[in-house]
């Protein structure tokens, strides 16, 4: 058994350690609450300007459509890790690396698949194994519209020139605090609507239809790419929080162990020194 002074030791190791993982929980939990306010509320535009954009573009006219809806072979892939820039989140980063082994080696086996990493944990991940095309992990240092459109532009200019063939987004949707679910969503070329009934309502449109839905991709994808990040934001502090939370109810129990087994141990030196007390004084008697 180990001597007081250790088990004394571990208890102070154990409770600041305890102390630090309470305090990250409750940070955790106030950004959270804000991540969340905001995805909550961009997630009804966001959600109905990707239908609209679809709508419309399944009933252009193929002489007639855009840029971005262009379906063609797919040799090329460019796929969009979102992770975050730190750890101490549980399984929230690893889950992404494991969706985007699994569309390298089964969705898009066989093809050039390249990546670009938003936050540092992808970047540091994935750099290793695979090409890494650009890193914008600086974008959480301001995760603004205007900052995650720039990234936007870029992705849509490497579909536009040829450069890819198809364009992945993997991230964590927000679901609660304590559930995150990876998603793999086709950001370019834009997936047509397979509601027929949409499509083919009869709508007056001024100026043209194909001018509307070319102002409108720039904007939706912008948007569809902000909602994603914003997404894996607001799950990153979730993830965290209940990683914090678990972490502190472990080192609240190891460190009740502890006391116990201190507890114990100071009784057995306590008896042993009143058996020794007792043992010299009747030799001493005899």
């Known amino acids: 058994m180990a001597n007081l002074k250790e088990i004394r030791n571990r208890i102070s190791s154990v409770s600041s350690t305890m102390q630090i993982t309470s305090a990250m929980k409750m940070v955790s939990a106030a950004k959270l609450k804000k991540a969340q ?22 009933s252009l006219d193929a002489d007639s459509g855009s840029t971005y809806a262009d379906n063609r072979p ?33 969705s898009f086996g066989g093809k050039q698949v390249d990546f670009v990493a938003i936050g540092k944990k992808s970047n540091d991940i994935l750099s290793k194994n695979a090409a890494v ?24 200019e490497l579909f536009r020139d040829g450069s890819y063939d198809r364009i992945e987004l993997v991230y ?13 969503e086709q950001f370019l ?12 309502a009869d709508y007056i449109f001024e100026p043209s239809k194909a001018e509307i839905v070319e102002q409108l991709i720039p904007k939706s994808l912008k948007t569809q790419l902000y909602k994603a990040i914003r997404d894996s934001f607001a799950s990153e502090h979730g993830a965290r929080m209940t990683a914090m939370h678990k972490a502190t109810d472990n080192a609240t ?18 008896t042993n020194e009143i058996l020794e007390i007792v043992g010299g004084a009747e030799a001493l008697n005899n």
């Open 253 to 270: 129990e190891l460190r009740d162990q502890l006391k116990l087994t201190y507890n114990q141990a100071r009784q057995a030196a306590i």
């Open 133 to 156: 095309i650009s890193n914008h992990s600086d974008v959480f240092d301001d995760l603004t519209f205007e900052n995650v459109a720039v990234i936007a532009e870029e992705l849509m």
């Open 74 to 106: 797919i040799n090329k892939v460019l796929v969009v890790a979102i992770t975050s820039n730190r750890g101490l989140c549980g399984a929230f980063n690893t889950n992404i690396i494991k969706q985007c082994a699994t569309l390298t080696d089964e």
């Open 37 to 58: 306010d905001a995805i909550t509320a961009m997630r009804p535009y966001a959600n109905k300007l990707t239908e609209l954009l679809q709508s419309l573009s399944a």
């Open 172 to 184: 964590n949707k927000f679901k609660n605090a304590a559930t995150q679910i990876v998603m793999s």
């Open 189 to 200: 070329p834009i997936v047509p609507s397979e509601d027929s009934e949409a499509s083919g």
